[in-house]
């Protein structure tokens, strides 16, 4: 392949991730395109921006172009985070313009430059800082599909639209029904997966994990619990939320709930509990859920508790009379997350995960 032809293909990769980008847009009012969809907000109109930054800083400024009537990358002070988020001062049309613009520019670094053209990006380390047109094309194409496929995630939980492009949404079916069949023997995979013993992996050193958000799905197993948490989740045919407000009324306590519809479900299913959950005062954690739709509630799959801490005595003493005259499916033992977990069926059908944080 010849450096035209090279650079051509780079170049198509790089436009078709702007347009997947912006195509997400479409359609959505002000709150939408700006609306925080994780823990570390992460929006639609924020990825655009960021975006018009990262093309600016690295097919402008590296090789000595900068943009002469356009944003600068030093406009955006000492805030990591100014680049990922619009203000409520600054529309969508101003962000989506200054990306057009943004994108022109560099498409002028593109086309003037060859591949092996000398660049120094200022802020990477000093042995990798020299770099060339080739390389910076291929590490601005991988931002922007990466944050094309974020840009999929935050715009199918705002309403439920997916696919690739306009032209070609590349996914595997077209009836809202076939998703939702699909959506359902996942979850069910997912909830049968749940009931097996629990394998923790160490994380990556240097990593950093964010905690969940108030409402999100919670995993059933802390990681260390101080004396002893009964956590039981139950499963009802669509009478979650009827279920969910009884407890609440019982127990007090704050709920959380998070319906299929939010998830992108549409249909007579879509107002049903996906996740329901009090938290009270006093420590207690209930949840609930409504079965997955192409699924019935049944004795065996109504209901599974938790019990996990550090109180080993008490939890082997429960453990005990929790198995005997049931089934046990993992007896209680030591596992290579190196905490003591067993699983059971109590005498009544009724399931039971036991954790003991660092017992021996």
């Known amino acids: 392949m010849d450096e035209a032809s090279a650079k051509a293909h780079l170049h198509r990769a790089l436009r078709q991730g702007r347009d997947a980008l912006l195509w997400k847009l479409e359609g959505l009012d002000e709150y939408d395109a700006r609306r925080p969809l994780t823990p570390t907000a992460t929006n639609l109109l924020g990825l655009?921006?960021?975006?018009?930054?990262?093309?600016?800083?690295?097919?402008?400024?590296?090789?000595?172009?900068?943009?002469?009537?356009?944003?600068?990358?030093?406009?955006?002070?000492?805030?990591?985070?100014?680049?990922?988020?619009?203000?409520?001062?600054?529309?969508?049309?101003?962000?989506?313009?200054?990306y057009r613009h943004v994108a022109a520019h560099a498409d002028e670094t593109i086309a003037t430059l060859p591949l092996d053209a000398p660049g120094q990006v200022a802020h990477w380390p000093e042995e990798r800082s020299h770099v060339t047109l080739h390389g910076i094309l291929v590490h601005v194409i991988a931002e922007i599909h990466r944050h094309a496929g974020h840009a999929d995630i935050v715009r199918e939980h705002i309403d439920g639209a997916a696919g690739l492009h306009i032209d070609n949404d590349n996914l595997a079916h077209d009836e809202p029904a076939a998703w939702r069949a699909h959506h359902a023997a996942v979850e069910q995979a997912a909830r049968d997966a749940a009931r097996r013993p629990l394998r923790r992996f160490p994380a990556a050193p240097g990593r950093r994990y964010l905690a969940r958000p108030s409402g999100a799905l919670s995993h059933r197993f802390p990681e260390r619990a101080v004396g002893v948490r009964l956590n039981p989740y139950l499963n009802f045919d669509?009478?979650?939320?009827?279920?969910?407000?009884?407890?609440?009324?019982?127990?007090g306590g704050t709920t959380s709930v998070m319906t299929f519809g939010e998830m992108g479900m549409e249909g007579p299913d879509a107002q049903k509990v996906m996740h329901g959950q009090i938290e009270t005062d006093s420590g207690i954690t209930l949840m609930v859920s409504d079965m997955p739709p192409g699924t019935s509630r049944q004795h065996g799959n109504d209901m599974t508790v938790s019990l996990s801490g550090d109180d080993e005595a008490t939890l082997r003493a429960w453990w005990d009379k929790l198995s005997a005259g049931g089934q046990v499916e993992t007896p209680l033992e030591k596992q290579m997350w190196g905490d003591t977990f067993g699983a059971c069926t109590d005498r009544f059908g009724v399931s039971w995960l036991v954790n003991i944080a660092g017992g021996g």
């Open 48 to 98: 655009v921006k960021h975006m018009a930054f990262v093309e600016l800083g690295y097919l402008g400024d590296t090789f000595g172009r900068p943009l002469p009537d356009g944003p600068r990358v030093e406009d955006l002070g000492d805030d990591p985070t100014a680049d990922l988020w619009a203000t409520a001062d600054e529309s969508r049309a101003a962000v989506v313009d200054t």
């Open 238 to 251: 669509g009478e979650a939320a009827d279920a969910l407000a009884f407890y609440a009324d019982v127990l």
